[in-house]
């Protein structure tokens, strides 16, 4: 059974969309989005802090909580998550999962660590990714896209599973926001590198591009966020779309 996962991406408790992860605007309440796409028969969510890891404020324990309280699904907190403290924490306020960029690759061990403590269904790792020209390959970028790091991503892929992350939510910077489709040719690559569940983010604009992923690559679920938050894309639509389609 493939998944649809609608993003909120947040900012100051507030929620926010931008495009290639900048000119981030605001959108509204994330409750009140949350409520709506739980409502409508999303799978799962995931909610994300984009500005904690460089800001360094405190988790908001309340929003995550607020979000839960509205929701039936499984909830994903991302964003800043950097300390076996901080996942305590998210799963103590609503959360059934976290998703850990910037310290993972930082400190690779720390998936071990979380694992080890709190099982692989609880710990996925997000891995913002973009093709570099000058050296021909995906690299792995942290703090929001802001800082590449020496990792190729599908080395990176292959090693988050190798210590034991339950599930990747790969993100494609080049493709974030503008509509231009998924990721094909990366997501395709780690699908067939990992056996771990693969979530796809990153440039969703209409039900075909959900259609093409899970037709053309082994991805087991789709994320998105700005066809949602505008109403351009109905949850139920895309589910009935993928359904004609053969795709359950």
Not at 40 to 46: F, I, K, M
Request: include cysteine.
């Amino acid at each position: 059974m493939k998944k649809i996962i609608p993003c909120l991406d947040t900012k100051d408790g507030e929620l926010v969309k931008g495009v290639h992860f900048v000119e981030v605007k605001a959108l509204g309440d994330p409750v009140d989005f949350a409520k709506k796409y739980s409502d409508a028969g999303a799978d799962e969510l995931v909610i994300l802090d984009i500005t904690k890891t460089s800001d360094g404020h405190k988790l908001r324990t309340q929003m995550i909580t607020d979000v839960f309280n509205v929701i039936d699904i499984p909830l994903t907190v991302g964003g800043g998550i950097a300390s076996i403290e901080d996942i305590q924490a998210a799963l103590d306020a609503g959360a059934s999962k976290v998703g850990i960029n910037s310290a993972a690759v930082k400190n690779p061990d720390f998936i071990n660590e979380a694992v080890a403590k709190f099982g692989s269904e609880a710990i996925t790792i997000a891995v913002d990714m973009a093709y570099d020209d000058a050296k021909g390959d995906y690299f792995v970028y942290t703090n929001a896209g802001q800082n590449q790091m020496d990792w190729p991503a599908l080395e990176w892929c292959m090693e988050c599973e190798k210590r034991g992350a339950g599930a990747l939510l790969i993100t494609s910077i080049d493709t974030d926001g503008a509509y231009t489709g998924f990721d094909i040719p990366f997501l395709k690559l780690a699908s067939e590198a990992v056996a771990i569940p693969i979530i796809a983010s990153g440039g969703a604009s209409s039900i075909a591009d959900f259609i093409e992923l899970f037709q053309q690559t082994n991805i087991d679920a789709g994320l998105a966020a700005s066809i949602f938050h505008k109403g351009e894309v109905a949850i139920e639509d895309l589910k009935a779309g993928l359904i004609a389609e053969g795709i359950d």
